[in-house]
């Protein structure tokens, strides 16, 4: 707008820093907006400049890769055993949550899962020999996220652990999830035990079969429209699963009551399905996870394909740098504690979950779940600032996930690092908080942003991929 | 005396709302020394300045909070801490707690008010430069209220600006009015066909209010920032700003207000109004008139004589007007003067003037030099004026500009906050030499909004001070600003009276006024 024209136009002014001056302009009536700007994060300069040098290009491969998330279709096919199901997985092979990291660094609760599923598994007799093995280095460990896998909290999977098959039918890939144990000592917090193993067999051997053969029966189980239901019923599908696991049931228990010979255990499994609000929350992963890989190696994309933490580190995977990790210290979440715990009890962040967030669900749709912002000490308007903030550092609305409180509008959907480190705005996460202790269990819960230092390196890689040769990149499905 | 701090790592506030939590919780009891401030070098400085830079605080970044408290004991350290922590959080939760959501970046303010046509930017100066450019880009105008924004982004901006047809008023733009909107620190003026370009804050203001208070009023008011007619910028903003005015159908009378501009910038400015039907008065205080007569402009002396012949002229009157108006008043003041004079003690020498407002301070220093005291000593020296030995010691005649950088580091400007001129009003009143105090007092939005409940209290303890050591003091003010202001000009002048002050109606009046004293208590 020229000079002139501005003279003869009505004042609509934008205020960043003092808020007194919005004041003022609200006084003499112009029309104005506040913005509660906060300095950026320190980045490479280098870095900043080449992502912005080809901007253009980069706008272009994230349409391309938003595309490629919003049409995504998750939908649960079938059940197997890790060994035979998920790709890369052999009898010394454990997966874990996050990305890659030694038995050396490993956090108190994933020690713990590793412990307790060596001693489901049958290779230790006691917790001892457990550890001992464990460190000899004959157990190899890598990140279910490089398996086409996602696990919640420590994120362990062994061999002979049954596992969800979700597909995306659209794009065609697969990704999978554990079965949920429930709350209390349980393996991905870290504790082991007769107890633990005890549910554990008891899942492989009666819950697993029963609920294969219902998915069998049923043929297949839309996650992404249960899901949308669920955002309509105020489960933001990551701390409230409570609808969603209800929907679930109902899909579930007729055809259980069909395939299940014995009507005792149709009777348990729907008893233990009810007994778990939480037992939607590795599909709502898996169905993430499948809607995500879709979208990885899209050259030049600046999108977030994978957000993850293995209670030492936070790690980031974007679209465009294929299965690099960028990561940094996982932190200590600020949570609301159980009484009796304090933030010294706590273990830094963990677990696989955070690939709701990446998908737009969970803390970024939390507007949809009022409801947990009052678990963690908050109150309903926060959940829609928290919403509200992060479209600022997406990409699209998933026109698919849509927020009541909104008036329908769809998930902010995308991750944009580039948004990230300008606005210095970081995804908000809802989480469990694990004793760092293991065996101890979950001992809060909270919205925790993420930490900055993944994303400022996942821009340099991103500008790394932008200057290095163009070679032809192969989609890397994880199948 | 203990020294307890804490860093809270991420956590960002504005400066205003910094300093604001920082002085509160400093004037708590117990509490020797306090500061709230984001961990820059600068501020670390400062802090370690002020013994308060705890061994911890060294590794902070510019985005950790530092807070930092000095007290008696232990205790009271933690306490106070506790308390500024939870200051800092109400702050937070009031805005927090609005229901309409503040977005957090300009490309989501964009969202939240489609069709934005200006950007008020007032952050640190080291982001404020990447904020503008954005805001440009996306074809806003700017106006930048940020100062220590480098001269090569100030350079650069401008040029993209004018490419694009774009103003950008700043770096170290305090104020402007937009279609009679006012912008950061502005009045609330008449709207009439006067259109001011400036490159000096006060100086708007001041001949925007002297317009409104004369009845005539403002079409636009655009400003450009001081450096803007330096040799480096070149005066890119005051042109585009110029141009724009002769052009606006609007804008039937145009005043230029600044400091002298450099030599290359003033022949652009004369070649720019040359055959301009429109009248253009100049104020570029301390520059030649006949100079400015050479280009078709209408030199004035002070800002005041700006705004009357520019009043005169929007109303069809003449020039001549103007001048009688000032000549009638002279007589006046010279009266006034030899009437308070004569009443000071003997030994009482000097005028002491405490400005807020840095054009004013120079603007006082012309009139003092044209009135012929040559005695005059300050922080912020025109030639042949020398430099104060110390900012903080008044010595012979002394005009300080209290918001040189010197004053105002780490605290809020003095229009804002007048703690600081009033501990100088009180110092300068224990000094036997003093004779006479003179003030500026600016109005306006951003300003302080009660100046008498600070100054009247401040006044009458001067006067006391003075009277038990059988001195009588004079205290001269002008109020800059209009009665439609959320101070109310009356009000403020009223109560200033009250408090003993004389008020006059222009700095420029208040500094002649001040200068016939001195000249008379020089004769004696």
């Known amino acids: ?479 | 005396m203990t020294v307890k701090g804490l860093i809270k790592s991420g956590e960002y506030f504005d400066s205003v709302t910094l300093m604001i939590v920082g002085r509160d919780v400093t004037a708590l009891k117990g509490v020797q020394d306090a500061a709230v401030v984001m961990g820059t070098q600068e501020n670390k400085a400062i802090l370690k300045a002020a013994g308060l830079l705890l061994p911890e605080f060294e590794k902070a970044g510019e985005t950790d909070l530092l807070l930092a408290v000095k007290a008696e004991s232990p205790e009271t350290a933690s306490k106070v801490l506790a308390e500024s922590e939870a200051r800092l959080l109400s702050v937070r939760s009031r805005s927090d707690s609005e229901e309409e959501y503040r977005p957090k970046s300009f490309e989501g303010a964009l969202k939240a008010l489609p069709g934005a046509n200006v950007a008020l930017i007032s952050i640190a100066g080291r982001y404020a430069g990447e904020e503008a450019m954005k805001a440009l880009k996306a074809g806003l105008h700017v106006m930048l209220f940020s100062d220590n924004v480098p001269l090569e982004k100030e350079v650069e901006l401008k040029e993209f600006a004018r490419g694009k047809g774009l103003l950008v008023m700043g770096p170290d733009c305090g104020t402007a009015i937009i279609n009679g909107v006012p912008l950061a620190f502005a009045n609330q003026v008449s709207r009439g066909d006067v259109g001011i370009v400036a490159a000096a804050g006060t100086g708007l203001q001041e001949v925007s209010c002297i317009l409104s208070n004369e009845s005539a009023g403002l079409s636009q008011a655009i400003g450009t920032g001081g450096r803007d007619v330096k040799k480096e910028v070149g005066g890119i903003m005051f042109l585009e700003g110029l141009k724009a005015l002769l052009e606006d159908p609007a804008t039937k009378v145009v005043v230029l207000v600044s400091k002298p501009p450099h030599e290359s910038v003033l022949k652009k400015i004369g070649a720019a109004v040359k055959d301009s039907p429109k009248p253009i008065v100049a104020v570029f205080l301390g520059a030649e008139g006949k100079t400015l007569s050479r280009y078709g402009m209408l030199p004035a002396g002070t800002l005041e004589e700006a705004a009357l012949l520019a009043a005169a002229l929007s109303k069809g009157g003449d020039a001549k007007a103007a001048g009688k108006k000032l000549a009638d008043r002279e007589r006046a003041l010279s009266e006034l003067a030899v009437k308070e004079a004569s009443q000071t003690a003997k030994g009482q020498r000097y005028v002491r003037g405490l400005f807020s407002g840095g054009t004013f301070c120079s603007e006082a220093q012309l009139v003092f030099q044209e009135l012929g005291i040559s005695d005059v000593l300050s922080n912020a020296p025109l030639a042949p004026f020398k430099a104060l030995a110390d900012a903080l010691k008044s010595e012979r005649h002394t005009l300080i500009d209290l918001g040189e950088d010197a004053f105002t580091v780490g605290r809020p400007h003095p229009m804002i906050d007048y703690s600081l001129r009033c501990r100088r009003i009180q110092a300068e009143a224990q000094d036997p030499e003093t004779a006479l105090i003179l003030l500026d007092v600016v109005l306006g939005y951003g300003s302080n909004m009660d100046p008498v409940r600070e100054l009247a209290p401040a006044l009458r303890d001067a006067r006391s001070t003075a009277e038990q050591g059988g001195r009588r003091l004079v205290f001269a003010c002008s109020v800059t600003g209009t009665p439609e202001d959320p101070q109310d000009k009356d009000k403020v002048s009223e109560g200033l009276k009250a408090a003993g002050a004389l008020v006059f109606p222009s700095n420029a009046a208040a500094a002649r006024f001040a200068a016939r004293v001195a000249e008379y208590l020089e004769g004696e």
Not at chain 1, 87 to 107: K, N, Q, S, Y
């Open chain 1, 1 to 479: 707008m020229a000079i002139k024209d501005l003279f003869k136009s009505k004042l609509k002014v934008v205020n960043i820093g003092l808020a007194s001056f919005t004041e003022s302009l609200e006084r003499s009536g112009a029309q104005s907006v506040q913005v509660d700007w906060r300095p950026p994060v320190k980045a490479d300069a280098g870095a900043l400049a080449a992502v912005e040098a080809a901007a253009a290009d980069i706008e272009k491969a994230n349409a391309k890769a938003v595309k490629l998330i919003l049409t995504g279709k998750p939908a649960l096919v079938g059940m197997g055993v890790a060994l035979d199901t998920i790709p890369g997985m052999t009898h010394d092979l454990i997966l874990h949550a996050g990305p890659p990291v030694t038995w050396e660094r490993m956090c108190g609760p994933m020690r713990g899962g590793v412990i307790g599923a060596l001693l489901y598994e049958g290779r230790a007799k006691t917790p001892e020999e457990a550890e001992k093995l464990a460190a000899s280095g004959k157990i190899r460990f890598s990140p279910c996220h490089e398996h086409g896998a996602v696990g919640p909290m420590a994120g362990i999977v062994s061999p002979s652990m049954p596992v969800f098959i979700v597909k995306n039918e659209e794009h065609g890939n697969l990704a999978y999830a554990t079965m949920n144990e429930g709350l209390g000592k349980v393996l991905r917090y870290g504790a082991f035990g007769p107890e633990i193993t005890k549910r554990l067999k008891w899942m492989a051997d009666e819950l697993y079969p029963t609920l294969a053969a219902a998915i069998a029966k049923l043929g297949r189980i839309d996650l992404k429209s249960m899901i949308a239901q669920a955002l309509h019923m105020g489960d933001e599908v990551h701390n409230r699963n409570r609808a969603a696991t209800s929907l679930l049931f109902r899909a579930l228990a007729p055809a259980i009551v069909r395939t299940c010979p014995d009507s005792e255990r149709a009777a348990k499994v729907l008893e233990f399905i009810h007994g778990n609000d939480h037992f939607f929350l590795n599909l709502s992963m898996a169905a993430s996870k499948a809607t995500l890989d879709a979208a990885r190696g899209v050259a030049g994309s600046s999108l977030v394909v994978v957000m993850a933490r293995n209670g030492t580190d936070f790690g980031v995977q974007l679209s465009g740098t294929g299965g690099e990790w960028f990561t940094g210290p996982a932190p200590v979440p600020d949570a609301l504690y159980f009484p009796g715990f304090t933030k010294a009890d706590a273990n830094p962040d963990i677990g696989d979950s955070a690939i709701t967030e990446t998908n737009g669900l969970g803390g970024f749709s939390i507007a949809a779940a009022p409801a947990i912002v009052q678990f963690v000490g908050g109150q309903a308007p926060d959940a829609l600032r928290y919403t509200k903030q992060m479209y600022e550092i997406t990409a699209a609305e998933n026109g698919a996930y849509q927020i009541p409180s909104l008036n329908f509008r769809g998930a902010p959907t995308g991750i944009d690092v580039r948004k990230v480190v300008a606005k210095g705005i970081f995804p908000l996460i809802d989480t469990g908080v694990a004793h760092k202790e293991p065996g101890v269990g979950q001992v809060g819960a909270g919205i925790l942003s993420a930490p900055a230092e993944p994303f400022v390196k996942a821009l340099s890689g991103l500008a790394g991929s932008l200057s290095a040769k163009p070679k032809k990149q192969k989609k890397t499905l994880s199948v």
